[in-house]
T-cell receptor, first 114, second 114 residues
Framework: TQLLEQSPQFLSIQEGENLTVYCNSS?????LQWYRQEPGEGPVLLVT?????EVKKLKRLTFQFGDARKDSSLHITAAQPGDTGLYLC??????????????FGGGTRVLVKP | DSGVTQTPKHLITATGQRVTLRCSPR?????VYWYQQSLDQGLQFLIQ???????AKGNILERFSAQQFPDLHSELNLSSLELGDSALYFC?????????????FGQGTRLTVV
């Protein structure tokens, strides 16, 4: 069982549709990041959320951190083919013993068809 | 460009051999992480170093080892290679202690074991 569970694992939608990706855990995170990875490339950081209930917007992407800092969501409005990729959430556990190690979810593969 | 440099970009080697992957972190980043990504899979955390010392260990095989040098570059050594070790290996670096652990990834090394 992964510490961070992402759902769905795969999402195929038409251009112009909206989509939401979820990242859930039973653990509390001091911060949570979302990354996008394209084939053969390294993940690229999209956003970091640190405060429970925080909402951040990046153009058509809206990120929300749960009030209890255990979960997060990524919503894309009017998706475009350029949004295609593997979306990964990652969290840093609270506490000194956690060592600031980033834990990644399994990823959600998004395909936006023109 | 994330500022993290990984070499080589591609590596093809035979079973039983040993290889070394190299990573130069972003300027100023003290923490280096190594991840393994098999085909169409998520990121599996291998190991983290902070300022030359091992900070956290993930699912790293005994055949694998890593170190971080005084100039902060890191090397991941993979020995007695097996076909199943074929994967993308990513290095990431971050600044620890800023309140949010954001990782910046290199382009990865694609290892093919034949």
């Amino acid at each position: 069982t992964q510490l961070l569970e992402q759902s769905p694992q795969f999402l195929s939608i038409q251009e112009g549709e909206n989509l939401t990706v979820y990242c859930n855990s039973s653990s509390v995170f001091s911060s949570l990041q979302w990354y996008r990875q394209e084939p053969g490339e390294g993940p690229v950081l999209l956003v970091t959320v640190v405060t429970g209930g925080e909402v951040k917007k990046l153009k058509r992407l809206t990120f929300q951190f749960g009030d209890a800092r255990k979960d997060s969501s990524l919503h894309i409005t009017a998706a475009q083919p350029g949004d295609t990729g593997l979306y990964l959430c990652a969290g840093a556990l609270t506490g000194k013993a956690a060592g600031n190690k980033l834990t990644f979810g399994g990823g959600t593969r998004v395909l936006v068809k023109p | 460009d994330s500022g993290v440099t990984q070499t080589p970009k591609h590596l093809i080697t035979a079973t039983g051999q040993r290889v070394t992957l190299r990573c130069s972190p972003r300027s100023g980043d003290l923490s280096v992480y190594w991840y393994q990504q098999s085909l169409d899979q998520g990121l599996q955390f291998l190991i983290q170093y902070y300022n030359g010392e091992e900070r956290a260990k993930g699912n790293i095989l005994e055949r694998f080892s890593a170190q971080q040098f005084p100039d902060l570059h890191s090397e991941l050594n993979l020995s007695s290679l097996e076909l199943g070790d074929s994967a993308l290996y990513f290095c990431a670096s971050s600044v620890v202690g800023t309140g949010a652990t954001e990782a910046f990834f290199g382009q990865g090394t694609r290892l093919t074991v034949v």
